[in-house]
T-cell receptor, first 113, second 113 residues
């Protein structure tokens, strides 16, 4: 059973701080990793994906991947109250047009004004 | 609102009822998915359709029956459900690689009495 583990939180940070969200996965052969954001009562939306070891930056978001240690993280700089949501880590299996994602339970982030 | 729509948005049904959930995508994608999201549990993949053929059935009880009449439409037929089936049911679609994002619909909040 392939597993994706996340700390369920809640993670609480003050406005303007850096929020750090972590995820570990069990399948060493996994190649693609995704971070989704889900606001309460809404569906998940993709924030970032990462394939290669190292960092990938997009605006205030940085994804970090370490395949040797089987973890992927998401850093949110200058956190805003609007970033308060559940962040879902997902790992891709398969390819072509019928791949599937295995999701973690998600980490609830609260950014306090 | 995304290019994936779901109806109804809310559904309350008794255990003896038969109902159907509908999903439609206007993105020209080749694959469509049904997920179940329950409180405090990860998103659970239920079914995957690729080019209108079912390619994944994740040990889902037979009281859930999917149908994919064409690449733009996906249904989930429900009958004799149990109260523990109450959850948010999310539909998603995706293009072929190398585009990897799964786009989610808004979900149907199902309550089984």
């Amino acid at each position: 059973q392939k597993e994706v583990e996340q700390n369920s939180g809640p993670l609480s940070v003050p406005e303007g701080a850096i929020a750090s969200l972590n995820c570990t996965y069990s399948d060493r052969g996994s190649q693609s990793f995704f971070w989704y954001r889900q606001y309460s009562g809404k569906s998940p939306e993709l924030i970032m994906f990462i394939y290669s070891n190292g960092d990938k930056e997009d605006g205030r978001f940085t994804a970090q991947l370490n395949k040797a240690s089987q973890y992927v993280s998401l850093l949110i700089r200058d956190s805003q109250p609007s970033d308060s949501a559940t962040y879902l880590c997902a790992v891709k299996e398969g390819g072509g047009s019928n791949y599937k994602l295995t999701f973690g339970k998600g980490t609830l982030l609260t950014v306090n004004p | 609102e995304t290019g994936v729509t779901q109806t109804p948005r809310h559904l309350v049904m008794g255990m003896t009822n038969k109902k159907s959930l509908k999903c439609e995508q206007h993105l020209g994608h080749n694959a469509m998915y049904w997920y179940k999201q329950s409180a405090k549990k990860p998103l659970e993949l239920m079914f995957v359709y690729s080019l209108e053929e079912r390619v994944e059935n994740n040990s889902v009880p037979s009281r859930f029956s999917p149908e994919c009449p064409n690449s733009s439409h996906l249904f989930l037929h429900l009958h004799t459900l149990q109260p523990e089936d109450s959850a948010l049911y999310l539909c998603a679609s995706s293009p072929s690689d190398p585009d990897n994002e799964q786009f989610f619909g808004p979900g149907t909040r199902l309550t089984v009495l």
